[in-house]
């Protein structure tokens, strides 16, 4: 007997990427560029976030609303909170532009990557070099822009 593997109708597939491995990318050995790191969506919500990180969804729409403005003054005047492993941590806004914002809380800098759909955020622990984690935040971005 002759069983037909497919049929005449039409298929469809579609797969799940993983967003955690980006994570993995920046905060994972041997070089990490981040300490804690994530990917929101441009709605603010988490796509992948390492284990005891997260920055409210409001917290995200501010962020965004700067870099879309070009206009750091909101995020200057009140900060940028985030919560770490250990608890809730206020950075002050040290830089905002259209496609990054940088803030700084004790020995962490936090930084925000924009791209075209999603947001990555990583921090910068002590002993890290914030401006590793920006361009390797910035190239993910535009990894994922061309790929998304």
């Known amino acids: 007997l002759f069983f037909p593997l497919f049929s005449s109708k039409s298929f469809s597939f579609s797969f799940v990427m993983s967003w955690d491995s980006y994570v993995t990318n920046l905060t994972g ?4 560029a981040a300490t804690v ?7 603010g919500n988490p796509w992948a976030v390492s284990p ?5 969804v409001d917290m995200m729409n501010t962020v965004r609303k700067a870099m879309d403005n070009n206009d750091g003054g909101p995020l200057m005047a009140s900060g940028i909170k985030a919560t770490l492993p250990g608890g809730l941590k206020k950075f002050f806004c040290l830089r905002a532009e259209e496609d990054r914002v940088l803030g700084k809380g004790g020995d962490d800098t936090i930084v925000f990557c924009k791209g075209k759909s999603f947001m990555i955020v990583g921090v910068a622990g002590s002993g890290m070099q914030p401006g590793n984690l920006v361009t390797r935040a910035m190239g993910l971005v535009e990894y994922l822009n061309t790929t998304m």
Do not use: K, R, T
């Not at 005891?52 to 409210?56: C, I, L, R």
């Open 29 to 32: 050995a041997p070089n990490p």
């Open 37 to 43: 790191a994530g990917i929101f969506g441009a709605d």
């Open 52 to 56: 005891g990180f997260s920055v409210a």
